[in-house]
């Protein structure tokens, strides 16, 4: 047994996930080419997950240059990747609720791999450091030391983050730049490390876009209409608390009524929106990410 503080039979869920999540993320590195239609990145990735015997965690993310994270296509999305861009596919992957989160950055813009190499070695950086006992101050630190060794900015406030059983976001965060902290990695617990750099020059860190194509149920209230109970029902059921796309939607009310019942479900509240992060000076950005788990003595790379 690798992990004493996760039962055996709940740890090897994470293994199934990491390793479909890994495969899914080295098939979509080669899917990615100029004039490639980004709907078709992601859903190719999210039906090889569910092919694979996992389910999407998330919408898989395609976010361009100076987009982020939380570009995901919407339906009958007409996007396509531009040419000399950088790109970040994000994959999530669960099963029984037990999460995988990876990340591959393709740089189609020569000038620009730097970005792309930073940021894979901020990620080995942090796989070497991780283990039972480190601060998350002394992490965060690291991490912003091996960005700008290349010259380059760590994206301030976009974090790693905790994963747990349904839950992505569970709590804990582990920041690419220095950031008081007490707190501490423990044995057992399981992370997705992501690292995002951009220029020298740019502000270094992400905003709020206006768009947003990356949802999550948040609480039950009573619906106004029929379809708009049956559109909460639907999404409770099979996303649980984790997010989803609205292309998962589909079918799933008469046409004629999911926007209306859409927007009842986001302006009650029972719904939240993840909003397009973008870069707040338009500088493009790159980004690694795996998931691990904390061991005795290290960490575990499950993607
Ligand atoms: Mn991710
Ligand atoms: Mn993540």
Redesign the pocket.
């Known amino acids: 047994m690798l992990v004493m503080s996760i039962p055996e039979e709940d740890f090897q869920k994470y293994v199934a996930a990491g390793n479909i999540a890994a495969k899914v993320r080295e098939q979509m590195r080669r899917a990615v080419s100029e004039g490639t239609l980004v709907i078709d990145i992601c859903e190719k990735a999210e039906a090889l997950i569910r092919e694979s015997g996992g389910k999407p965690a998330f919408p898989c993310n395609v976010s361009i240059n100076e987009v982020a994270a939380h570009y995901s296509s919407p339906p009958l999305d007409k996007k396509a990747i531009p040419e000399n861009s950088i790109v970040k596919v994000d994959v999530g992957v669960h099963v029984d609720g037990y999460i995988a989160?990876t990340a591959v950055t393709v740089c189609l813009d020569p000038e620009h791999e730097n970005l792309t190499r930073a940021a894979e070695e901020a990620l080995e950086t942090a796989i070497k450091l991780l283990r039972p006992g480190l601060s998350i101050a002394r992490f965060g630190s690291a991490i912003q030391k091996s960005i700008q060794k290349w010259g380059l900015k760590p994206i301030s406030n976009l974090t790693?983050?905790k994963i747990s059983r349904f839950s992505l976001h569970a709590g804990k965060a582990l920041p690419n730049v220095f950031h008081l902290s007490t707190s501490r990695v423990k044995v057992g617990e399981i992370y997705?490390v992501?690292p995002f750099v951009t220029t020298s020059e740019a502000a270094g860190r992400v905003i709020r876009a206006r768009e947003a194509y990356i949802f999550r149920f948040v609480k039950r209230k009573s619906s106004k209409t029929e379809h708009a109970k049956q559109l909460l029902n639907y999404i409770e059921k099979n996303f649980r608390t984790l997010p989803f796309s609205e292309r998962w939607l589909d079918g799933c009310v008469p046409s004629d009524y999911h926007s209306a019942a859409f927007s009842e479900l986001l302006s009650s509240k029972s719904l939240m929106a993840y909003p397009v992060f973008t870069e707040a000076s338009g500088k493009r950005v790159a980004q690694a990410?795996h998931t691990v788990v904390i061991t005795k003595d290290g960490c575990r790379v499950l993607t």
Do not use: F
Request: glycine residues 16%; hydrophobic residues 15%.
């Open positions: 989160d790693g983050h997705a992501e990410e």
